[in-house]
């Protein structure tokens, strides 16, 4: 889906996922405990092949208070881009996600190869990025 979303930095693109590489988009807010308790799994899947064409978008929910996320995203480091979808259209886009966290897996051409509802199974997950990682 390509809704412009807007960076903590102010900055804007076409969209969450990241052009020509593969990327994990998560839906999450700062109120959602198993949101919080996979974030470090996130941030060490983002660092271990960032080098290799993977991107990370962390997507804040509506209802999570900018202030809130900012907070959290600078205080925990993370390496990625977070976007703060104030409107809910981002979420929209992606077919209505309302629960979090929900991440989507995206193939380099754009597409949405895995769709998680819930914390995944990282090693499983780990593996389906290093397949994609792998096509042209």
């Known amino acids: 889906p390509t809704t412009p979303v807007v960076l903590l930095d102010g900055s804007t693109r076409a969209g ?3 052009a020509g590489q593969v990327t994990l988009v998560n839906f999450w807010a700062t109120t959602c405990s198993v949101c919080v308790a ?3 799994q996130m941030v060490a899947l983002f660092n271990t092949y960032r080098d290799q064409g993977f991107a990370t978008v ?3 929910m509506v209802y999570d208070p900018p202030a809130s996320v900012i907070h959290y995203s600078e205080s925990r480091q993370l390496p990625f881009d977070v976007v ?3 409107t809910g259209a981002v979420a929209r886009a992606w077919g209505g996600v309302e629960a979090t966290p929900t991440s989507f897996l995206v193939n380099r ?4 190869v895995q ?3 819930g914390a995944p199974d990282f090693a499983a997950l780990a593996k389906s990025i290093e397949k994609l990682l792998k096509e042209v």
């Not at 051409?109 to 949405?112: L, P, Y």
Request: charged share 20%; net charge negative.
């Open 115 to 117: 769709r998680f509802v």
């Open 58 to 60: 962390a997507v804040a």
């Open 16 to 18: 969450a996922a990241v």
């Open 109 to 112: 051409q754009g597409e949405i």
């Open 84 to 86: 703060i979808d104030n």
């Open 38 to 40: 996979e974030m470090p």
